[in-house]
């Protein structure tokens, strides 16, 4: 597999919304092969040498993959409703609220598209 596929979109969240693409009239999801979702991992430089002795643990990996594509999902949404609408909707925005709730950072989120 062609790596750069796994870069493209220069921004991180958006190479998390490129992890599915059409080939050959497929749909190829990089997330759900554990080596390749590693390989994307190593790619946007989101491993750190501890990080993979712990995900070499089956559960641990499986675990991470569902949580990359729960909050891909949430991606495609917002990349959708940017697209479509110019602005996020209250659902979304409370959406990626509860997301980064546990995280140990303070995003502010904006509704609307900034141009």
């Given at each position: 597999?062609d790596?750069?596929?796994?870069?493209?979109?220069?921004?991180?969240?958006?190479?998390?919304?490129?992890?599915?693409?059409?080939?050959?009239?497929?749909?190829?999801?990089?997330?759900?092969?554990?080596?390749?979702?590693?390989?994307?991992?190593?790619?946007?430089?989101l491993?750190?040498?501890?990080?993979?002795?712990?995900?070499?643990?089956?559960?641990?990996?499986?675990?991470?993959?569902?949580?990359?594509?729960?909050?891909?999902?949430?991606?495609?949404?917002?990349?959708?409703?940017?697209?479509q609408?110019?602005?996020?909707?209250?659902?979304?925005?409370?959406?990626?609220?509860?997301?980064?709730?546990?995280?140990?950072?303070?995003?502010?989120?904006?509704?609307?598209?900034?141009?």
């Open positions: 597999m790596k750069s596929i796994f870069t493209l979109g220069g921004a991180l969240w958006i190479n998390l919304v490129n992890t599915t693409y059409i080939s050959n009239k497929q749909k190829i999801d990089i997330l759900a092969n554990a080596s390749s979702a590693l390989q994307w991992l190593k790619e946007n430089s491993l750190r040498e501890s990080d993979e002795l712990y995900l070499e643990q089956k559960e641990s990996l499986d675990s991470l993959i569902v949580e990359l594509q729960s909050i891909r999902t949430l991606c495609n949404i917002i990349l959708s409703e940017i697209t609408r110019g602005e996020l909707s209250l659902e979304t925005t409370n959406r990626i609220k509860k997301v980064v709730e546990n995280l140990q950072i303070n995003p502010t989120i904006n509704s609307k598209m900034i141009n």
